[in-house]
């Protein structure tokens, strides 16, 4: 069965600090994933998808940037945090049957 | 205007009570519809697709009107488990899917 490791589940970090989150899958191979924040009391935004190694879509300008470096490896990095980018961070894959399918995701606090 | 809305709620109701929540959408190209099921700082789980001849799951009906451009879900005999935020979801392009902000539902003794 697909699983979907993300890591770490917890973090505060201060204003203009370094971010990296790793997501990776099992259970599967050559997965479309996608990077998801949902902040308080906001609806999901998709942030990036991927459809393959080295193949990342940018959804929305920000100072957030994602990585694939091996098929089943999504990364979420910034250079300096801002305090908008507070939220719940989700990596996902797509099912064939078009459903999403989430990590227990990432909550971040930037102080 | 919004691409999907939702009433935030909170629906607050009692065990036993029939609860629904519509959600409205503006991209009439979306061609697949869902609800998802969010628990408190939890990932977003699916709960049932929405055909466009309506379906159902035990005591969840889902409903798809495309002509006025709104879902439904439907939950009969309410549980305190189906606590939850409700979201509605679709597609919105090429391998993307457009979530909702989410309906509160709230279920009481």
């Known amino acids: 069965s697909q699983t979907i490791h993300q890591w770490p589940a917890t973090l505060v970090q201060p204003v203009g600090s370094p971010l990296s989150l790793e997501c990776t899958v099992e259970?599967?191979?050559?997965?479309?994933l996608y990077w998801y924040r949902q902040a308080a009391g906001r609806g999901l935004q998709l942030l990036f998808y991927?459809?393959?190694?080295?193949?990342i879509s940018s959804e929305v300008p920000q100072n957030l940037s994602a990585s694939r470096p091996q098929d089943r490896q999504f990364i979420l990095s910034s250079k300096k945090l801002l305090l908008s980018d507070s939220g719940f961070y989700l990596c996902?894959?797509?099912?064939?049957?078009?459903?999403?399918?989430f990590g227990e995701g990432s909550r971040l606090t930037v102080l | 205007r919004k691409e999907v809305e939702q009433d935030p709620g909170p629906f607050n109701v009692p065990e036993g009570a029939t609860v629904a929540f519509n959600c409205t959408y503006s991209?009439?190209?979306?061609?697949?519809f869902f609800w998802y099921r969010q628990d408190c700082r939890k990932e977003p789980k699916l709960l049932m697709s929405?055909?466009?001849s309506g379906n159902e799951d035990g005591r969840f009906t889902a409903q798809l009107n495309r002509a006025s451009q709104y879902i439904s879900l439907l939950i009969r005999d309410s549980k305190l488990s189906d606590s939850a935020t409700y979201l509605c979801?679709?597609?919105?392009?090429?391998?993307?899917?457009?979530f909702g902000a989410g309906t509160r539902l709230a279920v009481h003794p």
């Open positions: 991927s459809v393959g190694i080295g193949q």
């Open positions: 991209n009439s190209a979306s061609q697949s």
């Open positions: 979801v679709m597609t919105g392009g090429y391998n993307k899917l457009i």
């Open positions: 929405v055909y466009s």
């Open positions: 996902a894959l797509d099912r064939s049957t078009g459903e999403l399918f």
């Open positions: 259970g599967t191979s050559n997965p479309n």
